[in-house]
């Protein structure tokens, strides 16, 4: 079955007019007592946050009174994005409503990257699923997936569009941070002419976007580009790996963050530095989690599918950019990602 209102997994085409009618009806259909419960992927990056930021406020200006905003694991926004207009929705997810009559996710393939949040779905009167990733699993009840969308963002306004909510600079201000951090500044092969016309609706509702881009790129404390500096001098290339196409990783331990004294969302622009290695398609970052346990970034200029090897190893994500959760040391992780590489090669 294919991306009914009814449940099933996504259609990789995309929404159908039935799933767009459904997400309407679910938003229009709630009671003035409704509580909504809106909850985005752990670790939350900029289209996770700006999503559900961007949408919540149009659901407040569209009357919902009783709503939340919520993600799994500790409650502290990294912070390029404290100042997101909306922010005042976030709660801890302890204090998630236990049993909401609308929960709606956000930029989430999977239950998995939904934590200790996941026993909402179950108790939600209605669970509804924005998304972009292609490999979205389709754990909801109503699915707006679509893997030809830049960012959730997209999505997202298309829902407020057909709400009727008028754009405002607040809203316009979050799905700009969604848009921007997912296309990489729109610098991606994701940056169609429609996410351009995209930016232009949200760009004239007044948002700043040279200030905007400053804070969610251009800045970072001292004690980051210290520790940027370290873990960069430790990078490793190997131009071997991928049948060739090139391998450059590096990691980053909790100890050196406590060295410079740094939270470790600081860690999560490091693959942007690593990633420019000219001899290597495929880069990675392996950041300490726990005691055994890492997160881990990957990135593609074009010749693996990063999400194949993400997938086979417990996460997933898109095309050019995944992530999975490893355990053991940096180099058992780094040698499963080694052995997947060559079997996930794109045809040239
Ligand atoms: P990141 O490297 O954390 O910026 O993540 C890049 C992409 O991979 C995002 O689109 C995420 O959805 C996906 N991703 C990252 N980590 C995981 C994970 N542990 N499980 C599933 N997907 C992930
Ligand atoms: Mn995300
Ligand atoms: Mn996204």
Redesign the pocket.
């Known amino acids: 079955m294919t991306g009914s209102a009814a449940g099933g997994p996504p259609a990789g085409a995309g929404p159908t007019d039935t799933d767009w009618a459904a997400a309407v009806a679910a938003v229009r259909g709630l009671p003035a007592t409704a509580r909504v419960l809106l909850i985005c ?3 939350p ?1 900029g ?1 996770a946050l700006g999503s559900m930021l961007g949408f919540g406020l149009g659901l407040r200006r569209l009357g919902v009174r009783q709503l939340q905003a919520t993600f799994p694991g500790p409650p502290e926004v990294p912070e390029p994005f404290r100042w997101l207009p909306g922010s005042d929705l976030l709660v801890a997810q302890d204090d998630a409503y236990p049993d909401p009559d609308l929960v709606i996710c956000f ?4 239950e ?2 939904l934590g200790d949040l996941v026993d909402r779905l179950d108790k939600a009167g209605t669970a509804l699923v924005l998304d972009h ?1 292609a ?1 979205n699993t389709g754990f909801g009840g109503i699915h707006l997936v679509d893997p030809h969308a830049a960012a959730t963002s997209v999505v997202a306004l298309g829902l407020l569009d057909r709400l009727g909510v008028a754009l405002d600079a607040e809203i316009a201000a979050c799905l700009y941070v969604a848009l921007s951090t ?1 296309t990489g500044s729109f610098r991606f092969e994701a940056t169609t002419p429609a996410v351009h016309e995209l930016a232009a609706r949200l760009l004239a509702t007044g948002i700043r976007p040279g200030e905007i881009s400053r804070q969610i790129f251009d800045t970072r404390p001292f004690g980051a580009v210290r520790l940027f500096g370290e873990v960069l001098g430790r990078a490793r290339l190997e131009p071997a790996a991928a049948a060739g196409h090139g391998l450059v990783w590096t990691y980053a331990t909790r100890d050196d963050l406590a060295r410079h004294d740094q939270p470790a969302y600081v860690l ?1 622009a490091l ?1 942007d530095s690593v990633r420019c290695t000219a001899e290597a398609d495929v880069s990675c ?1 392996v950041k300490q989690a726990g005691d055994a346990e890492w ?5 593609s200029k074009g010749a693996v599918d990063v ?1 194949r090897v ?1 997938t086979v190893l ?5 095309r050019f ?5 490893g355990r053991g040391t940096v180099d058992e992780v780094v040698e499963r990602i080694r052995a997947e590489l060559s079997g996930a090669l794109l045809p040239a």
Do not use: K
Not at 295 to 299: D, F, G, N, T
């Open positions: 992927h752990v670790n990056d289209d930029d989430a393939a999977s998995s990257r990733h490999s997912d999560e693959i970052v997160a881990v970034s990957l990135r999400s993400a417990g996460g997933g994500g898109h950019a995944a992530g999975f959760t």
